[in-house]
């Protein structure tokens, strides 16, 4: 008895965990073929400027009073705590160059795709979800417009665009809110400030920062654009769709943080 109830969960089991991993490689299959259409179709004319003008507005633009309160509190904060530790060294002298590397090689990237992710991700897949689900994708097709180019290609080229221009924004307000700090305890000039934060700063430092930013937007709008072209029928499958790709986009944004970290040490 005993072994013919041990046996059915084991070949109960076995399935759910075949299909569970199945399911898994063929939804990688699926977003590589999601990516490689989009690079088919991306580049082909015709080319919807106008479109692409219109959604560099709703990520960038729209984005910054959001980006701007968040990268100047995070500079203030940042600045302010790190000065107790560094004032038990009697080391505050190194405070900009702290702040500026912090920001420029990890804050500043980080916190615009984290808040792009949340805002832009949830927009995009909802957006193209509820599309999805009213049918509208199916009226583009019958009236000949391509409807993954318009929708698709023009949404992930205009986040990866947009957050590397957010990101040197963020830094920039970050550093400003350092600099406020700084002035206010050691009275140190905007001139000097900005010299001890270029010092330690390198040509990889900035380059590393762009590449990574670029693999955030792009990722933002792929993993939102896909939600929303796969979204199920009914509205909740526009929230789901919304919900998933903010939790998707975040996942990846870290995994890709360490990745490309790990490899910028390799070259410094």
């Not at 790709?245 to 996942?251: I, Q, S, Y």
């Amino acid at each position: 008895m005993d072994n013919s109830n041990s046996s059915t969960s084991a070949t109960g089991t076995e399935p759910t965990l075949l299909k569970r991993i199945s399911d898994f490689f063929a939804g990688i299959y699926d977003v590589y073929l999601f990516i490689l259409r989009f690079f088919k179709e991306a580049f082909i004319p015709p080319y919807e400027f106008r479109e692409l003008i219109r959604q560099l507005y709703q990520v960038g633009v729209r984005s910054l009073a959001l980006i701007t309160l968040t990268g100047f509190i995070v500079g203030l904060i940042f600045t302010k705590q790190s000065r107790p530790s560094l004032a038990q060294f009697g080391a505050t002298s190194w405070l900009p160059s702290l702040v500026s590397i912090a920001i420029m090689r990890a804050l500043a990237p980080l916190i615009t795709a984290l808040i792009s992710a949340g805002r832009v991700g949830s927009s995009i897949g909802a957006e193209i979800a509820s599309m999805r689900v009213t049918e509208q994708i199916d009226a583009m097709e019958v009236s000949g417009i391509k409807p993954f180019k318009y929708l698709v290609c023009i949404r992930i080229i205009a986040t990866t665009i947009s957050i590397p221009i957010l990101a040197m924004y963020v830094a920039f307000v970050a550093l400003l809110g350092g600099y406020l700090n700084v002035s206010q305890n050691e009275g140190t000039s905007y001139g000097t400030f900005m010299q001890q934060v270029l010092q330690p700063l390198g040509f990889i430092d900035f380059y590393s920062s762009l590449i990574k930013c670029v693999i955030f937007g792009f990722t933002i709008g792929v993993v939102g654009c896909y939600r929303g072209w796969n979204s199920s029928s009914g509205t909740a499958g526009v929230g789901k769709a919304a919900n998933s790709a903010v939790v998707t986009a975040m996942f990846l944004v870290f995994i890709e943080e360490i990745i490309i970290v790990q490899i910028t040490s390799w070259f410094r």
